[in-house]
């Protein structure tokens, strides 16, 4: 996979503060071992805290630029407003090898500079980028306006699975996606959950891994965990649901709230649960078609994951697992499911599962499409 030869910076840039992205670290660091690249940046925002710079890896730092912060007064406004022209500045005179957006909004940025440094542009959409949640009215106009000015100048484009690369070539004939699913590192070790939180044999262990948020069924899961005693729930994450998830752990000894551990660590602590939840709401269409981190999660470390009626999850799982454990209306169903499921359906999922492809063997493909664009603009530079 090795790309000879070392040349230029090569840029990934994300409108926040860069502080737990796992994706983009995985990402960098895959490229940047391909050896094509002097440098490879996460381009963030600078908003105080954390340092504006950080060595994550052997030529992989992330770099933050001034930028404001969410929590200002119009602070999205401002932040896509004044921070990419506070990045043009910044890289518009160093050598660039490739410029990657990974979000609709920065496709501008990455457009001026591919054309200013010669750089190769890619676009790395980390979700169905305009139709999230947050996509609605004059948003959504603007990110769909962008997105079909500059996805075609893209000398890359990369989505998270194979269903928002469909809608990704249906809505831009021409366009064919490099798919990389965000497949989460294993440690390869199996926490004794059990035996820490004292479950007894004969109760079933769920997990619950991410951010504690709407969107995610957390008050639909502490309320039927609660009514139902004998099936313990996890928690792992963090977020502005916490506070009710603390609270419900204190009244119910079947609901637990997990320390937070390295992204690394992640797979062996759910590993150590019976089974998993990815109980994503139906909010968006980008809802509907993800691959959500927590059924990756759950997959990478064998645990079958009780979900929504998500497409991934049920392409990956396939229609006789998914009959056990895909929930058409998780308000109606989930109850039930926890009376009906148990430690045989498990042991039949852990029969018929075989596993994921890992991070690196898909991230080949992606290099590869990397190393052809660089060739290619190198030798239209020299025919010049």
Known sequence: MSLQGSTGLNLLMYPSSIVSSGRLRKLSNSLQSSGRFSETHIVGIDSGDPAPTDELADGVRVVRIPGASL?????????????????????????LSAVAAQNVYLLPLAYHLSRRTGAVMVYNAHELETETIGARGLKQKIAKFIERRYIRHADVVSV?????????????????????????????????????LGIPDGELLYIHVGFLMEGRSIPLLLETFAANPRVHIAFLGDGYLRPEVEQAAAAHPNIHLLPLVAPEEVVSVVRGADAGFCLVEHVSLSDKLSTPNK?????????????????????????ELSRTWILDSPEEQLHAALERIGQQDIAEFKRQWRGITGWEDQAA???????????????NAESR
């Open 71 to 95: 929590q200002q007064l119009l602070g999205g406004i401002r932040i896509m407003l004044f921070w990419p022209f506070r990045v043009y500045r910044h890289y518009r005179k160093q050598n």
């Open 160 to 196: 998270v699975n194979e269903p928002i690369a469909e809608w990704y070539s249906t809505n831009y004939p021409g366009i064919e996606p490099i798919v990389l699913t965000n497949t989460p590192i294993d440690a390869g070790g199996e926490v004794d959950l059990r035996g820490q």
């Open 295 to 319: 059924l990756m999660e759950c997959l990478a470390a064998g645990v079958p994951p009780l979900c929504s009626d998500i497409e991934e999850a049920r392409r990956r799982l396939g229609p």
């Open 365 to 379: 493909e992606l290099v590869d499409a990397y190393r052809e664009a660089l060739a290619a603009h190198s030798s």
